[in-house]
């Protein structure tokens, strides 16, 4: 069964670089049917989509968040990965990677809570 | 870029009761459109997709209909369960949420 799992600090300081990672088990990450996605949501608020990342490498990004947001794959090791950079107290939200196949998410990782503060 | 509207944002029904989420689009998006319930503290879950089809797995008291601009989520009889908030979700743009409460 595919699982997703987040990872990283849960606490970054305002004006510094968010980094999670998203190992992906029990399917390959290499699959040409999925995108593979981050998500985010702010405490008490709605879902934000982040950006999108094939595993050839082609990226698409929310236009809103496109100048500070990264998102790269490492095929070796089944992952992908987030980086944020710049960012502020606004930043502040639970963090989901999830897959994407014909554009809907079926597969969620449970999200892992990001707090910017210093 | 599409913008994604729900009505209403929250919405108050009892076990049993049929309930109608909309969903309306800013511009036409054909059949592309998916629908998650999300409780709290847990990640959002794919209920429907492209407007109608049903994911494996979920209820058939859920369905979803719709095409263009205006879409609905529709909950025939509503279980304990199902209390919880719904998105609509165009590949990159989710609505605001509908948040059903208990009356």
């Known amino acids: 069964q595919l699982q997703l799992q987040e990872s990283g600090p849960g606490l970054v300081k305002p004006s510094e670089t968010l980094s999670l990672t998203c190992t992906v088990s029990?399917?390959?990450?290499?699959?040409?049917?999925?995108?593979w996605g981050w998500i985010r949501q702010p405490p008490g608020k709605g879902l934000e989509w982040i950006g999108s990342i094939y595993y050839s490498g082609s990226t698409y990004y929310n236009p809103s968040l496109k100048s500070r947001v990264t998102i790269s794959v490492d095929t070796s090791k089944n992952q992908f990965s987030l980086k944020l950079s710049s960012v502020t107290a606004a930043d502040t939200a639970v963090y989901y990677c999830?897959?994407?196949?014909?554009?809907?998410?079926?597969?969620w990782g449970q999200g892992t809570l990001v707090t910017v503060s210093s | 870029d599409i913008q994604l509207t729900q009505s209403p944002s929250f919405l108050s029904a009892s076990v049993g009761d049929r309930v109608t989420i909309t969903c309306r689009a800013s511009q036409g998006i054909s059949s592309y459109l998916a629908w998650y319930q999300q409780k709290p503290g847990k990640a959002p879950k794919l209920l429907i997709y492209a407007a109608s089809t049903l994911q494996s797995g979920v209820p058939s008291r859920f369905s979803g209909s719709g095409s263009g601009t205006e879409f609905t989520l529709t909950i025939s009889s509503l279980q304990p369960e199902d209390f919880a908030t719904y998105y609509c979700?165009?590949?990159?743009?989710f609505g605001q949420g509908t948040k059903l409460e208990i009356k």
């Open positions: 029990g399917g390959s990450i290499s699959s040409s049917s999925y995108y």
């Open positions: 999830a897959r994407r196949a014909s554009g809907w998410y079926g597969y």
């Open positions: 979700q165009q590949p990159v743009t």
